[in-house]
């Protein structure tokens, strides 16, 4: 059965950097790879990043170039996303997601973590 | 990078109506590379169609997807209690990857 399970919230203040993870089972990540979308509060999905099967690299958005930092432990089946130098509007819902059906078709998601940027 | 525009914003309907949902893109989406996911409130997005057209597992086929370059369509044909919700198209043929802001299908 596969499942993903993301890290529990974060509270962090402007400047400081966190460190989400997403431990996958019933699938390997060294067959898919996982993404990050993250939501800020009654906004819509926005794509910061992964490993794209197509292009053989990761790949970040480049509003994230620089500050966003995505890997994989493939021993553990473990995700991570690491953004630094937080600001208030990065506070949002920071999901985990992996394409299985075509590079970008996300048909698995975590359900989600919570980080708030806040002095 | 590829703008995805929905329409309408906001679609009031009754359930049993069709429900027509449209996904513009600022230049053509190769390969029919674009998804289309359902999202309700504090839950994550689940994938509807990939690819334009093919629904994901477990999906019922009263979704359906259509288009190519620039103009995509989902379409519901018999609106169910459980289908009002936020619908967001999503392209993956060019990065950054990027989503249209949402069409939210509220009852009427």
């Known amino acids: 059965q596969v499942q993903v399970e993301q890290s529990g919230a974060e509270v962090k203040k402007p400047g400081a950097s966190v460190k989400v993870s997403c431990k996958v089972s019933g699938y390997s990540l060294r067959a898919f790879s996982t993404h990050w979308v993250r939501q800020a509060p009654g906004k819509g999905l926005e794509w910061m990043g992964g490993?794209?099967?197509?292009?053989?690299?990761?790949m970040y958005a480049q509003k994230f170039q620089g500050r966003l930092t995505v890997t994989e432990d493939t021993s553990t089946g473990t995700g991570y996303m690491e953004l630094r130098s937080l600001r208030s509007e990065d506070t949002a819902v920071y999901y985990c997601t992996t394409p299985r059906l075509g590079p970008g078709a996300f048909d698995i998601w975590g359900k989600g973590t919570v980080v708030t940027v806040s002095s | 990078e590829i703008v995805l525009t929905q329409s309408p914003g906001t679609l009031s309907l009754s359930p049993g109506e069709r429900a027509t949902l449209s996904c513009r893109a600022s230049?053509?989406?190769?390969?029919?590379?674009l998804v289309w996911y359902q999202q309700k409130p504090g839950q994550a997005p689940r994938l509807l169609i990939y690819a334009a057209s093919n629904r994901a597992t477990g999906i019922p086929d009263r979704f359906s997807g259509s288009g190519s370059g620039t103009d995509f369509t989902l379409t519901i044909s018999r609106l169910e209690p459980e289908d009002f919700a936020v619908y967001y198209c999503q392209q993956y043929s060019s990065s950054p990857w990027t989503f249209g802001q949402g069409t939210k299908v509220e009852i009427k």
């Open positions: 230049q053509s989406v190769t390969r029919s590379y």
């Open positions: 490993f794209d099967a197509e292009e053989g690299e990761i």
